[in-house]
């Protein structure tokens, strides 16, 4: 297929990964070239303006973004993030890898993303809540229960999430419409599980893969870059099944100890100094030395392009398994094949915030709430089956397990589209 968006064109850019993807993926499966087209591009892509009245008085304009990329299967998916580097490409490409994962864990869901170019950390809470609800107002017209339900994601949580449906409530007909948008707090809709389900839908696929790598949990060692929400609950429950966190970054920093941390302890350091660096007994490193420190497990759960062919050689792993979007370029998972190392890709390792928001949805239309044990253990159930199917393609196709999941996804959706039809 001839790539016709050479407009997006650019070093590391998030949505040309996301196509080379596909196109890897559709030699392998023989996809029509116009099914193809079709899954290339978003159906639909919204860029809004925010004028925000800030504390001092003065107007700041802010500039945000909606993809919607396939709703063959179900209501577009996907999170809002607010970052000072998020792009329209950004949000394109993650809105695709949506409409993956949410085929790969069966659920009827298609992809979607948002964002705002901000920075998050240098706004007051009364700007954040002005700025979100002038996000909800500008974009309550594309979004719905049977639309297009939105997320929590980078730097946004379940206050923001409460903003947006307040505000989508008020213009929609004055009354709580709660399955809007998931990741919310507990009192106003939420699901029990939603906070810790990245991590936790990550535990159960490193479970799985070290299953089939012949590798004893008991005494692994574990790296984790990005200690926040999703890394801090996956270090916690990888531990649970007995392996050792040796080193651990934030945005402030890398530490090491290789007689291992305990991860309760650097999630309550962490909480009270806002940071990881300084934790007693740790030693302080680069980025560079933290990925490349060897252990069993690898989890990246910062932010996009972090493995790349400078460093993908000099990474001495067995698993790696992606809680962050995007971490691991394409250049750098052919390398990680070569060398016999296992990913367990982000459509896949990260799918369990996804699958616990589907959760949330279906409590809020049935105005019913499950316990926390049966929210896990349906959880448990997805992604254990999930980590089966895409390991079973990776055989079948002989291929890394991010074009077997793709792969995997990729037919689910392409036959959603052709059952359907091209119509009008």
């Known amino acids: 297929m001839t790539n016709n968006t050479?407009?997006?064109?650019?070093?590391?850019?998030?949505?040309?990964?996301?196509?080379?993807?596909?196109?890897?993926?559709?030699?392998?499966?023989?996809?029509?070239?116009?099914?193809?087209?079709?899954?290339?591009?978003p159906k639909r892509i919204l860029?809004?303006?925010?004028p925000v009245i800030m504390d001092d008085g003065r107007i700041e304009v802010f500039t945000g973004f909606r993809s919607q990329h396939n709703d063959a299967r179900g209501p577009f998916k996907g999170g809002i993030r607010y970052h000072p580097q998020v792009t329209i490409e950004e949000v394109m490409a993650l809105s695709m890898w949506m409409t993956w994962k949410c085929a790969i864990v069966g659920i009827p869901f298609g992809g979607g993303k948002g964002g705002i170019i901000c920075n998050p950390k240098k706004?007051?809470?009364?700007?954040?809540?002005?700025?979100?609800?002038?996000?909800?107002?500008?974009?309550?017209?594309?979004?719905?229960?049977?639309?297009?339900?939105?997320?929590?994601?980078?730097?946004?949580?379940?206050?923001?999430?409460?903003?947006?449906?307040?505000?989508?409530?008020?213009?929609?007909?004055?009354?709580?419409?709660?399955?809007?948008?998931?990741g919310k707090p507990l009192s106003i809709g939420g699901s029990l599980g939603r906070t810790e389900a990245t991590g936790r839908g990550l535990s159960f696929t490193v479970r799985e893969a070290a299953k089939r790598q012949n590798i004893d949990m008991n005494g692994a060692t574990v790296v984790v870059q990005g200690f926040g929400n999703a890394g801090q609950y996956a270090a916690q429950l990888v531990e649970e099944q007995g392996a050792k966190i040796i080193a651990v970054s934030d945005t402030q920093g890398a530490i090491i100890n290789k007689n291992g941390?305990?991860?309760?302890?650097?999630?309550?350091?962490?909480?009270?100094?806002?940071?990881i660096r300084g934790f007693p007994g740790s030693t302080e490193i680069s980025t560079d030395e933290l990925l490349t420190t060897e252990c069993t497990i690898l989890i990246p759960a910062a932010l996009e392009n972090q493995i790349t062919k400078d460093n993908a050689s000099r990474i001495k792993t067995k698993i790696v398994a992606e809680a962050a979007n995007g971490p691991t370029t394409p250049e750098?998972?052919?390398?990680?094949?070569?060398?016999?190392?296992?990913?367990?890709?982000?459509?896949?390792?990260?799918?369990?915030?996804?699958?616990?928001?589907?959760?949330?949805?279906?409590?809020?239309?049935?105005?019913?709430?499950?316990?926390?044990?049966?929210?896990?253990?349906?959880?448990?159930?997805?992604?254990?089956?999930?980590?089966?199917?895409?390991?079973?393609?990776?055989?079948?196709?002989?291929?890394?397990?991010?074009?077997?999941?793709?792969?995997l996804a990729v037919n689910r959706v392409a036959e959603a589209i052709k059952l359907r039809g091209i119509w009008p």
């Open 261 to 275: 941390f305990r991860s309760n302890e650097l999630i309550k350091f962490k909480l009270e100094n806002k940071s």
């Open 47 to 50: 860029t809004v303006s925010l």
């Open 123 to 182: 706004m007051s809470n009364s700007e954040l809540e002005r700025m979100t609800r002038r996000y909800a107002y500008a974009i309550s017209d594309i979004i719905g229960p049977y639309t297009d339900i939105p997320a929590p994601d980078v730097y946004t949580g379940g206050q923001e999430m409460a903003w947006i449906m307040d505000t989508y409530s008020t213009l929609k007909g004055n009354h709580g419409e709660p399955a809007v948008i998931t």
């Open 332 to 407: 750098a998972d052919k390398i990680f094949y070569e060398n016999n190392i296992l990913v367990i890709p982000d459509v896949l390792a990260n799918s369990g915030g996804v699958t616990v928001s589907y959760f949330e949805w279906l409590q809020n239309l049935r105005r019913e709430y499950w316990s926390e044990a049966e929210v896990n253990e349906r959880l448990d159930v997805i992604m254990t089956r999930a980590f089966g199917e895409v390991y079973e393609a990776h055989q079948k196709y002989s291929t890394n397990m991010r074009t077997a999941s793709i792969a």
């Open 6 to 41: 050479n407009e997006f064109a650019s070093t590391n850019n998030p949505y040309q990964m996301a196509l080379k993807q596909l196109q890897e993926t559709a030699k392998i499966i023989n996809l029509d070239e116009g099914i193809h087209k079709i899954l290339a591009k």
